[in-house]
């Protein structure tokens, strides 16, 4: 499974879009404050920083997204990825995400439940993604035991539909009201 997740990543992300790199000591502190803690609790406590702290916006984005990407399942807090993506920003890469959809609208997939923040434009990723998280939860239910559809899904997205894109697993965060809309999500065949 790892070597055809590392196959599918040799594909460089059609659209270029990288986490911004930073390395101002303001910011190597926040980092060091948040990644000291379990990757469960990481997301509350960039929340808590966010509410209580006055960070740069640049910051917190670049948290927010780097915080997305190592914890392993957002879906047992998204009550604080809601409030999360409220807060995010994104305007670091709002020209670069003009430019993806300068076409029209793009699809979006997803692999494992259907609705959740996170899809990818590259159906292999979320064929993989569907493939692991089916095997990861018997009988079709999660950890708390709701039943939930494994498969792949795909949704065609505007650029109003997208919170954040970057390159690693294709990713798109969709806002919350299309991550969570299971009417516009269909299984792809």
Request: one cysteine or more; aromatic letters at 12%; proline letters at 4%.
């Amino acid at each position: 499974m790892e070597y055809l997740q590392n196959e599918m990543l040799k594909e460089k992300n059609p659209y270029n879009i990288e986490i911004p790199e930073k390395d101002d000591e303001e910011f190597k502190k926040l980092v060091r404050r948040i990644f000291r803690h379990r990757k469960p609790d990481r997301a509350y406590v960039l929340l808590e920083i966010q509410e209580s702290e006055n960070i740069r916006t640049i910051d917190s984005d670049i948290l927010t997204l780097d915080v997305w990407q190592s914890i392993e399942f957002p879906y047992e807090d998204l009550d604080t990825w809601q409030q999360l993506w409220c807060n995010y920003s994104g305007a670091w890469q709002q020209e670069k995400l003009k430019s993806v959809f300068n076409n029209g609208p793009i699809t979006v997939y997803r692999g494992g439940p259907k609705d959740g923040f996170s899809w990818t434009t590259n159906k292999d990723i979320a064929i993989w993604f569907s493939a692991m998280r089916g095997s990861m939860h018997t009988n079709g239910s999660i950890e708390c035991m709701h039943p939930v559809d494994i498969g792949v899904w795909e949704k065609t997205v505007t650029l109003d539909n997208v919170v954040a894109m970057f390159a690693h697993e294709d990713e798109v965060v969709l806002c919350e009201e299309d991550a969570f809309d299971w009417e516009t999500a269909y299984a792809y065949n």
